[in-house]
Each structure stands twice: as C-alpha cells, then as structure tokens.
C-alpha cells in the first residue's frame, strides 16, 4: 500500500502563491506518476498536473504559465508551486499516485483546502 500526505494549503489573497507538498510514503516502487487534482462542489475532480519519475509533466491549460510541478524521486515527495493565484482556483487540491500496474487503483491524499480570497 502507499501513503500521501498533503501538507501546504491555506488562504491567500488573489495574486499570491503557495506550495503544496505529497510525500509519499509505504509500498512507493508501486508508483509512477504523481501529482495534484483538484475538485470545488458540485463539479468533477480536475487534474492540475502530473509529473512522471523521469520529470516528464502535464499541466492543465488554466494553470500553465502559473504553477509548477517538480518531483524529488530520493524523497518520495513530489511539489506544487503556484503562483499568480486567482480565485478561480479555491478548492481542495488532492495529491495522486498511479500505479505502475495497469488496472490497479490510484491512490489518493486526504486533500488540502486552497482559498484564494478576491
């Protein structure tokens, strides 16, 4: 099994930034990809971006530009860095690991609550 703890989140007013942190903990040879999705009520949970072992990245076109993904492999624990935040981008960001076996389910962080107040 694979753990991951989210840590990083909080309130910041439009324009600033905030990093994110998963470190990722337990059975990690499971996993490949990491990375961060996020989810506001009442809509689907949307990636943000995902960086594979070798650092290769998927960044979602609303946030590109703003945030940054990087991953240290040694530590387990991959990063989000986002900057210019708008409030558009207020919701609970959760931290993803898939598996590297196809067909196995992904595991998830509890989630951390961004506000990005106007």
């Known amino acids: 099994q694979v753990q991951l703890v989210e840590s990083g989140g909080g309130l910041v007013q439009a324009g600033g930034s905030l990093r994110l942190t998963c470190a990722a903990s337990?059975?990690?040879?499971?996993?490949?990809?990491m990375g961060w999705y996020r989810q506001v009520p009442g809509k689907q949970r949307e990636l943000v971006a995902k960086i594979s072992r070798g650092g290769n990245t998927n960044i979602a076109d609303s946030v590109k530009g703003r945030f940054t993904i990087s991953r240290d492999n040694a530590k387990n624990t991959v990063y989000l860095q986002m900057n210019s935040l708008k409030p558009e981008d207020t919701a609970v960001y959760y931290c993803?690991?898939?598996?590297?076996?196809?067909?196995?389910?992904?595991?998830w962080g509890q989630g951390t609550q961004v506000t990005v107040s106007s």
């Open positions: 993803n690991a898939d598996p590297l076996v196809a067909g196995r389910p992904a595991y």
């Open positions: 337990g059975s990690v040879f499971l996993i490949g990809y």
